[in-house]
């Protein structure tokens, strides 16, 4: 039977893709070190005999070879996605994603274990200029340390592929909804607007348009993507949607799942932070020509997230006051 390691399998990605991988037959061991994955997601790996959890850190190389034994793939999300703090905490993406990369990628050279997917970001385009915008679109100046810490950790498992016969998926992400999403603006909309519904501060002008994918669609797209390499190969895949929505839209959307009315304060400028890029739209049709294609749309996907959110108040609550 297959084995499979997944780092930050207690997040809301990791999580998702663990229960995908059990319904496979395939054996999961989740590691994370709980600073933002939740206990609560992974019960069915902890009840589950054929599989494990691993409580340690992604830079813990002793830990991580234990923890390799007898897996063939490592799916490596574990990373610091706060891009909007990034400037006040300048290392932490350089350790918790970069270094961490590479922790990873030696443990698994030393483990004898080949394959992996990786979890970078739509965000490694910086502004672009050409929508949606390809795999092969040239980098501009990077516009975050959270993008630029991940376009370094693309180059590190494209050169461990490339050196040691490595099969390897990178995967640029859009922002992702659904089940178990605890962090981002459609979160900290809901939980503003439930303090007090009289008042919504959205950052930047409203006017940012972005896409945004179905946790589903993306646990699809990354088991597709990975499944359809040959051994020894290492390729990279842009997956999102090809709709996008106004942050103003998504806002409306919230207030009237939620039932207020708020008056709306923008802080103005196209964007929210410095690395808020004002439109991120990703041509995700190579990883399309391998018959993938996302089936939720992205108001569906909101409407989704809100009602997990509406069950799940207490997760969300601890989940803001552990960051």
Request: proline letters at 4%; charged letters at 25%.
């Amino acid at each position: 039977m297959q084995r499979v390691l997944i780092t930050g399998g207690a997040g809301f990605i990791g999580s998702n893709l663990a229960d995908r991988l059990l319904d496979r037959g395939v054996e999961v061991v989740v590691y994370d070190n709980f600073v933002t994955g939740r206990p609560e997601f992974i019960e069915r790996i902890r009840r589950n005999g054929a599989s494990r959890v691993v409580n340690a850190d992604v830079l813990d190389a002793k830990s991580l070879r234990s923890a390799l034994v007898g897996c063939d793939t490592v799916f490596h999300l574990a990373a610091n996605a706060d891009v909007r703090q990034g400037l006040e905490h300048p290392r932490r993406d350089l350790e918790q994603n970069t270094l961490a990369t590479s922790t990873v990628l030696e443990a698994m050279r030393l483990s004898g274990v080949n394959r992996i997917a990786f979890t970078s970001t739509g965000s490694v385009y910086g502004e672009p200029t050409v929508f949606p915008t390809p795999e092969h679109a040239p980098f501009p100046v990077q516009t975050s340390l959270y993008a630029a810490s991940k376009l370094a950790g693309e180059g590190l498992v494209q050169a461990y592929c490339h050196g040691y016969g490595f099969t390897g998926a990178i995967f640029r992400l859009v922002s992702t909804l659904g089940e178990r999403y605890t962090h981002g603006h459609v979160r900290d909309f809901y939980l503003a607007l439930r303090a007090d519904p009289g008042h919504l501060r959205v950052l930047g002008n409203g006017r940012q348009e972005k896409s945004y994918l179905y946790i589903g669609d993306l646990v699809d797209g990354i088991l597709h993507g990975l499944g359809a390499l040959d051994a020894g190969t290492t390729e990279v895949f842009n997956i999102g949607t090809d709709e996008t929505i106004i942050v103003d839209d998504s806002v409306r959307l919230i207030c009237r799942h939620v039932g207020v009315d708020p008056e709306i304060e923008h802080t103005g400028g196209p964007r929210g932070w410095p690395g808020d890029s004002p439109v991120i739209l990703l041509d995700c049709s190579k990883l399309r020509s391998r018959g993938w294609r996302p089936e939720v749309p992205i108001h569906e996907a909101i409407g989704r997230t809100l009602s997990w959110f509406d069950e799940h108040v207490d997760i969300l609550i601890r989940a803001e006051q552990d960051t």
